[in-house]
């Protein structure tokens, strides 16, 4: 009998993270309200904040916020906690008997890897697309004297749109690969909390640092979105977007990917050993 090819195996391990995480799971409990709730917490206390400010005799001089820097903790909460999940989902698939299910029903294994990072992804593209929304109609509606000129409408906010749910999704992918280097889920968070928050921003103390961090894949991503941020993009705003998705696609591939490749081609040569010995 022929094996299922490797669409209705993604398929089918969409089907089953859907189902593994339908209901109480933490997905549902913990991480996609965390997703919404952490930036829109956040941002609407520094808004607050700042808006109570202004408000005060003498404080006119008080600089108002535009589009660019609007949904700033969205950019960096919503997509973190998303990535952070996909990481320990896809790395605790290894503990207990889990392995070995996985791999008597999919036979293909990285299937099952690309099929979690379709999973999050799409979840992460969807979730943060409603938070900017939210996020740019609601700053300039309650707090107009330092919000008033966020515009979803402008070119800013248009580009936010697309650019930060293409930052959540590939950053799943990224998070799928970690969780398959490292097979630990608190290692593999811990790796890659470090990578982004540590790393790429102290890099540049190295020798040549600037050079390196030129390379930094999530700061280019974050930068490539339109957010107000002092590193600059190293291929422009649209190139440095792409340069992530490449980034992810790759160490997905070597992570994901090359290994099952491996591991099979190796079966085949022992079974053709053992063959021919026979």
């Known amino acids: ?73 969205v950019i960096t909460l919503a997509v973190s906690v998303m990535m952070v999940t996909t990481t320990y989902a896809h790395a605790a698939q290894w503990r207990g008997q889990t392995g070995d299910l996985n791999e008597f029903l ?15 992804g799409t979840i992460t593209a969807v979730s943060t697309v409603v938070l900017l929304v939210v996020v740019m109609l609601t700053l300039p509606a309650q707090f107009p004297q330092i919000y008033g000129a966020v515009d979803i409408t402008d070119p800013a906010g248009i580009r936010f749109l697309w650019t930060v749910p293409s930052y959540g999704f590939a950053a799943c992918g990224v998070g799928v690969a970690v969780g398959s280097l490292i097979r630990t889920p608190s290692a593999a968070v811990a790796v890659l909390l470090f990578w982004v928050y540590v790393a790429e921003n102290s890099v540049n103390m190295l020798p040549h640092g600037y050079t390196l961090q030129a390379y930094a ?57 053992t063959k021919s010995g026979a």
Do not use: D, H
């Open 1 to 73: 009998m022929n094996s299922p090819g490797a669409a209705t195996l993604i398929r089918r391990g969409i089907a089953a993270e859907w189902t593994r995480t339908t209901g109480r799971s933490f997905l549902w409990i913990v991480a996609v309200p965390l997703t919404f709730l952490l930036p829109l917490i956040v941002t609407v206390g520094i808004a607050a904040v700042a808006e109570r400010l202004a408000k005060l005799p003498g404080q006119s001089y008080l600089a108002t916020v535009s589009t660019t820097n609007s949904v700033y903790w």
């Open 106 to 120: 999919f036979p293909r294994f990285w299937t099952v890897a690309l099929a979690r990072w379709f999973y999050y």
């Open 217 to 273: 894949p999530f700061l280019n991503a974050v930068a490539a979105t339109g957010q107000e941020v002092a590193f600059l993009p190293r291929f422009g705003r649209n190139g440095s977007l792409l340069y992530f998705v490449l980034c992810a696609v790759v160490l997905f591939v070597a992570a994901a990917v090359l290994p099952a490749l491996i591991r099979k081609i190796s079966a085949y040569r022992r079974a053709a050993i």
